[in-house]
Each structure stands twice: as structure tokens, then as C-alpha cells.
């Protein structure tokens, strides 16, 4: 990516007007969380902002949710040894998703989906589990199981502990909705390491040298468009789960 190339020329940013969202009448809103770090060689720092939008984007084209823009900037602690990557706190993470969420309840947005595509940020299952009673209803996309339906159904062929970072699925879904971001040697940098019991005492550098965990030789275009296919569809039950909390 380069210095002048951001999300919003990516088309990654909502369009949304006052208008749009009052004719929309959308009670839950979705908001990417994304981060700014090391994705090996051939993949930008904004990689988890651009997968968290993309599937943010897809799913607005389906259901009728408020589409936020991305919180870019998350807890990338653990991959601080490269240049480039940029952490916020934990307890700044967790601040700023509690502000989003309080003044969207005073706008009258009753749901707020967290649509995370950063595994390091910890702290966002710990907000939604503490926002019961808290005015605003949440939830936490996707979830392991999710993901687990979105690779099967794409034929995603690395097991999901073994494709941890810069591997088949992210390079898939960025080779399929901007593969203008993908640089060449993706194809010859598989670096595959399943023992990493000490992740984050040590950090990224303890495990791999070239920053990516995972196989993303085996990555494709049609994986990627299935993959977001498959959590656009998981996506209706937490709609459908927060509608009937709604009613209640």
C-alpha cells in the first residue's frame, strides 16, 4: 500500500447520509475493527482494517445495519518488532468501543456487532459480555464457528490454529476484493509453526522470522468470495438473535 493509498480510496469507507440512515431505520449497527501491523512481506499493515471492512461491506449490502467506519488501530502488542506496527492499550480499546457504544444508544441504536478481524484484540469479548443491562445489546462477529463454516464452505484447506496470520484466509479475501493490495511472493512464503505456547509472553518474533504464520500459497480469489460469502450468511442469526432480544 502506499503513503497515499487509505481505506477510503480502497472504497472501504460507509457512504452513508443523515438521509440514508433514517430511511434505513437500521437498530444495529456493525463496526469494523481492524489494526495497523506487520503482514509479512506481500501484505499491507492495514491488512485486518481492509478484511474487517470488506466483510463489514458485505454484510450491509444484505441486512439493513448502520455501517460504521473502522476503528484502524487496535492491540498489536505482540507484533511490535516490526516496523510499521502501531498498538493501542488494551483499556484505550476498550474505552473507545464503550463510548461508540453509549452514543449510539443515545441516537436511538439499540445493537452495536463488533466485526473483528484482529485475533489479538482480547479485550472486545470482555465488552460485549459486560454490555448486558448496559442499554446497548452486543455481539462479537465472527465468532470461531463462524469462521469455521465460511472455510469449510470455501474449501479454505489450512487448519485454522496452523493459518494464524498473513496465511490462506487473509490472503484469499484480499486477493478476491483487493487484490490490488496483494504483492508478489505470497506464492513461495508458507512458514507453518503450531507450537506457540508462549505467543504472547514472547511475541511474533520467538515463532517466525518473516512475520507470516500460515500457508497463503494455497490462497485464491474464489476462496475469498467464498469465505465472505459463508460469514455473510452467519450473519442473519446474530441479527435475528438481537431483533428478538428487541422484542422482548
Not at 45 to 53: G, I, K, N, P, S
Request: negative net charge.
Amino acid at each position: 500500500m502506499s503513503g497515499s493509498e487509505t481505506p477510503q480510496a480502497s472504497g472501504l469507507l460507509p457512504w452513508d447520509s443523515t438521509e440514508d440512515v433514517r430511511t434505513r431505520q437500521a437498530d444495529v449497527a456493525i463496526l469494523p475493527i481492524g489494526s495497523f501491523e506487520q503482514h509479512g512481506a506481500f501484505l499491507p499493515l492495514v491488512t485486518d482494517t481492509v478484511v474487517a471492512c470488506t466483510i463489514a461491506r458485505e454484510i450491509a449490502a444484505v441486512h439493513p445495519v448502520h455501517h460504521l467506519p473502522p476503528l484502524t488501530i487496535s492491540c498489536s502488542h505482540e507484533h511490535a518488532a516490526w516496523p510499521g506496527t502501531v498498538s493501542i492499550s488494551a483499556a484505550t480499546l476498550y474505552a473507545v468501543i464503550r463510548d461508540i457504544a453509549d452514543s449510539l444508544r443515545r441516537s436511538g441504536v439499540g445493537s452495536l456487532i463488533l466485526v473483528n478481524a484482529h485475533g489479538g484484540n482480547y479485550v472486545l469479548r470482555n465488552v460485549v459480555q459486560e454490555s448486558a443491562g448496559s442499554g446497548i445489546r452486543m455481539a462479537l462477529f465472527p465468532g470461531s464457528a463462524d469462521w469455521d463454516a465460511a472455510r469449510a464452505g470455501a474449501g479454505v484447506q489450512t487448519p485454522s490454529h496452523s493459518d494464524m496470520h498473513a496465511g490462506e484466509l487473509e490472503t484469499s479475501i484480499l486477493l478476491h476484493a483487493h487484490p490490488e493490495l496483494v504483492r508478489p511472493g505470497y506464492e513461495t512464503s508458507d512458514f507453518v509453526v503450531d507450537d506457540r505456547k508462549h505467543l504472547l509472553t514472547l511475541g511474533m518474533p520467538a515463532y517466525t522470522r518473516s512475520g507470516v504464520i500460515g500457508r497463503p500459497s494455497m490462497a485464491s480469489a474464489e476462496k475469498g468470495k467464498q469465505l465472505l460469502a459463508g460469514l455473510v450468511e452467519s450473519f442473519a442469526e446474530y441479527v435475528a438473535l438481537l431483533t428478538r432480544q428487541e422484542t422482548r
